[in-house]
């Protein structure tokens, strides 16, 4: 790959992944909250550390819950994720019994529900910037050294910086 290249949503072969750099990384069980975006509310711009991201009606929200309530469930850390890969990315969370904390206590009361990543990542941390078109921005944006890029279940690209990397997936 160059830095003058953008990397879009494409078939990989994992032999493909793997001569790149490319390593798979298994999920870290974590509970994370999440509801569909209602047609009221669509489309919905959310700002993600480097790009903007557009939810469209159908899509579902991701919120990462931390262990306090915040003003409003729009302080979250918040991701789309298209329908149709959170239904073969997700699964309900299953540990019981759940004692959600008040964070969750609020963002169930905006009509989210428990779930957790049950799929995991092709990913590696880039030596040089690369440009990325992501599924929900309507822009490529440009990563810059020491990110992690990550292709998901079809072939989709997004990053993450290192914490949240950590915090996802298992090294």
């Known amino acids: 790959m160059t830095t003058t290249q953008i990397l879009k949503q494409r078939k990989w072969t994992k032999s493909e992944l793997e001569t790149i750099g490319f390593k798979y990384y298994l999920p870290v ?73 008040p964070a969750q206590v609020q963002l169930w009361k905006s009509g989210c529900k428990p779930f957790y990543k049950a799929v995991g990542v092709w990913a590696m941390r880039l030596e040089k910037p690369v440009y990325i078109q992501s599924l929900e921005s309507p822009d490529p944006v440009m990563l810059p050294e020491g990110r992690w890029l990550c292709i998901g279940s079809k072939g989709e ?4 910086n290192d914490e949240k990397f950590n915090e996802h997936y298992i090294i």
């Open 29 to 101: 069980k974590r509970l994370v909250m999440a509801r569909m975006l209602p047609e009221s509310e669509s489309p919905k711009v959310i700002d993600h550390t480097k790009e903007s991201l557009i939810a469209k009606t159908g899509d579902i929200i991701c919120y990462n819950t931390g262990e306090e309530a915040k003003a409003s469930i729009e302080d979250y850390d918040q991701w789309p994720v298209r329908a149709d890969l959170f239904k073969k990315n997700y699964k309900t969370w299953d540990v019981l019994p759940w004692k959600p904390n």
């Open 157 to 160: 690209p997004y990053h993450m």
